[in-house]
C-alpha cells in the first residue's frame, strides 16, 4: 500500500510539471492524460484506504473520500466533459480548496505546540487554500495561464500524497501483517506475565522467609519468657525456704 500511493503521488507530481512545461497548450490538450492520472489516483486511494490498517487513526475514511473525487473528477474529464480551460481551471481550484479545508480542519493550529510534521501539513494545507483563493481570481489579477495553475495544483496535491505514503510506513496492511502483529503482541504479553509471575514467586519467597523469621522469634520470646518466669519462680521459693529457717 505504501509503495502505491508512493508511484501514484510521484506520478501526479510528474503530470503537475508536465502541464506547467506546456502551459500555454489549451487544457483540452492533455486532459486524456490529466484524466487518466486522476481517475488511476483515485482508484488507488479507495484501494489503499480499504485495504491499510487505518483502524487505529481513522484516516482511511479519509483517504476514500479523497479518492472518490479524484474518481469521479477523472471520469468526468476523460469523457470530454470538460473543454473549456476556465471551467477546468475551477473544477481543479475548487478540487485543491476542499482537500485544503480538510487537512486543516483534521491538523492542529497551534503551531507552539505542533511537532514539526504537524505544522508541515498546516503549512501545506494553508498554501492549497491560496493557490485556489488566487485560481478563483486569476482573470483579475495577473491571469496566469490556466494549465499552468492546474499543474501547480495536481504538484500539491501530489506532493500530500507523497507525504501520506511515508506516514502508512508505520501504519501497516492488516492483510499481510496483522497476524504476524497479533501473534509479536501476545509473545509480549506471555514474556511480561511470566515476568510478573517470576517477580511473585520471588515475592512470595521472601514473604515467607520474613513469616519463618518472625515465628522462630516468637518461639524464641516465648522461651526467654519461659525461663525468666521459672528462674523468677524458683528465687521466690529459695527465698521463702530462707525465711522459714
Known amino acids: 500500500m505504501r509503495t502505491l500511493m508512493f508511484i501514484i503521488s510521484i506520478a501526479m507530481m510528474g503530470t503537475g510539471i508536465f502541464c506547467i512545461a506546456n502551459g500555454s497548450a489549451a ?3 492533455v486532459a486524456f492524460i490529466i484524466g487518466s492520472v486522476c481517475l488511476l489516483m483515485g482508484m488507488c486511494e479507495i484501494i489503499v484506504g480499504r485495504k491499510a490498517d487505518f483502524d487505529r487513526s481513522g484516516r482511511g475514511v479519509g483517504i476514500i473520500s479523497d479518492g472518490i473525487i479524484a474518481v469521479v473528477v477523472g471520469t468526468v474529464v476523460l469523457s470530454g466533459q470538460i473543454v473549456s480551460d476556465t471551467t477546468a481551471q475551477s473544477i481543479f481550484a475548487m478540487w485543491i480548496l476542499i ?4 487537512s486543516i480542519r483534521n491538523t492542529s493550529i497551534d503551531v507552539y505546540h505542533n511537532t ?13 487554500i491560496l493557490v485556489a483563493v488566487y485560481t478563483f481570481f486569476n482573470i483579475s489579477v495577473f ?6 495553475l492546474i499543474g501547480l495544483t495536481m504538484i500539491l496535491m501530489g506532493f500530500r500524497r507523497f507525504r ?4 502508512i510506513e508505520y501504519i501497516r496492511p492488516r492483510f499481510v501483517t496483522g497476524n504476524q ?3 509479536d503482541e501476545a509473545l509480549a504479553e506471555e514474556k511480561r506475565a511470566l515476568a510478573k509471575a517470576k517477580e511473585g514467586i520471588r515475592e512470595q519467597k ?6 519463618q523469621k518472625i515465628r522462630e522469634n516468637i518461639v524464641a520470646e516465648r522461651e526467654a519468657l519461659n525461663e525468666t518466669a521459672i528462674r523468677k519462680m524458683h528465687m521466690e521459693k529459695t527465698k521463702e525456704n530462707q525465711e522459714k529457717k
Open 143 to 148: 491571469n496566469i495561464k490556466p494549465l499552468i
Open 27 to 29: 487544457f483540452i490538450a
Open 181 to 183: 502483529e497479533r501473534l
Open 164 to 167: 501520506t505514503s511515508f506516514e
Open 116 to 128: 514539526k510534521d504537524q505544522n508541515t501539513s498546516l503549512l501545506l494545507s494553508g498554501f492549497m
Open 99 to 102: 482537500e485544503g479545508v480538510v
Open 206 to 211: 521472601n514473604a515467607q522467609r520474613r513469616i
